[in-house]
């Protein structure tokens, strides 16, 4: 069990996507810290379940259904965080994902796959499907930032996203997603830069591969089963393991900690097994 910073005792958390596993295991750690934690989800069950699980464990939570993409439910979700806990200390940008609007079926360009209509090549992606997950996965992001870090300047306070392997070099199959966490690295310089003499700081954590709902489909058969990919992962991680949620804690608190990072704005830290020093060589 991670040791409690006490200075994060009673401040307020923000989560989206706190419904999902990583995030989820974020919104209770924060919650065991003492900070009171919003979770937001577009699915509100799953919010209510991490909150729920938090409030058995003595924590103090709010369950709110969100769809980050959606100016005017943000607005309502931070107004409804700032009147029951007040402002927003420490948000956590975690809601994105994939879905196969946005993927390639196969790793690389096969010529008679062309002809096919049942195979989604580069050249079957619509614009549409494209930008859902670009969307998603970066401006879900840039939303809640814009609307919750009003209330968040001038009070030592920190905006966490959550990037992706993908951001530094891209995982095949997935160009939507990826083109999306890559912005994400760029925009958490940018707005670290832009919001530091605000005291706002603005950091990311790059997970490594951990599986969850949204990489199910691509990680294992419907067996439960390793898929090749999966493999290719393993074999690409030296410390050959997929990550568990617990991985990540130990960074978030630091992250979040003014104590601990007060010196720290603009970074992205990888949480990853080594998965991006290694080579394959
Ligand atoms: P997850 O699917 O368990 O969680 C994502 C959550 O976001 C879900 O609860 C979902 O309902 C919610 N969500 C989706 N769209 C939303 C929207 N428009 N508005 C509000 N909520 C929405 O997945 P996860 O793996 O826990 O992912 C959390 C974050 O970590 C994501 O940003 C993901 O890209 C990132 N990530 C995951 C991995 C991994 O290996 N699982 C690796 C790197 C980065």
Redesign the pocket.
Same mark, same amino acid.
């Given at each position: 069990m991670l040791a409690i910073h006490s200075n994060l005792k009673n401040k307020v958390a923000v989560v989206?996507?706190g $419904?999902?596993?990583?995030?989820g295991a974020m919104a209770k750690e924060l919650a065991r810290q003492g900070m009171k934690v919003a979770v937001?989800?577009?699915?509100y069950e799953?919010a209510e379940k991490v909150v729920d699980d938090i409030k058995e464990q003595g924590g103090e939570a709010l369950a709110i259904g969100?769809?980050?993409?959606d100016r005017d439910a943000v607005f309502a979700a931070e107004k409804k965080v700032f009147q029951q806990y007040g402002a927003c200390d420490v948000l956590i940008n975690?809601?994105?994902?994939n879905h196969p609007d946005g993927t390639t079926a196969s790793e690389k360009f096969k010529k008679e796959e062309m002809s096919d209509p049942s195979i989604r090549t580069f050249f079957d992606m619509t614009t549409e499907g494209f930008s859902s997950v670009f969307n998603?996965?970066f401006i $879900?992001s840039l939303i809640p930032t814009q609307i919750f870090s009003t209330r968040m300047m001038e009070r030592k306070t920190t905006v966490l996203n959550?990037?992706?392997?993908s951001a530094p070099s891209p995982m095949t199959k997935v160009p939507a997603y990826s083109a999306a966490k890559a912005a994400i690295n760029n925009f958490t310089q940018w707005l670290a830069v832009h919001m530091a003499e605000a005291n706002v700081r603005v950091n990311a954590i790059a997970?490594?591969?951990?599986l969850?709902?949204?990489?199910r489909p691509l990680l294992t058969n419907e067996d439960g089963s390793p898929t090749p990919r999966m493999q290719k992962i393993i074999d690409h991680t030296p410390m050959r393991r997929l990550g568990s949620p617990e991985d990540l804690l130990g960074t978030l608190l630091w992250l979040v900690d003014e104590e601990a990072s007060g010196f720290v704005t603009g970074t992205c830290i990888p949480v990853d097994g080594g998965f991006m020093a290694y080579s394959g060589v």
């Open positions: 989206t996507g $419904g999902g596993v990583l995030c937001l989800n577009r699915t799953k969100c769809d980050v993409l975690g809601a994105g994902g998603l996965n $879900g959550i990037s992706s392997m997970p490594g591969f951990f969850t709902d949204q990489n």
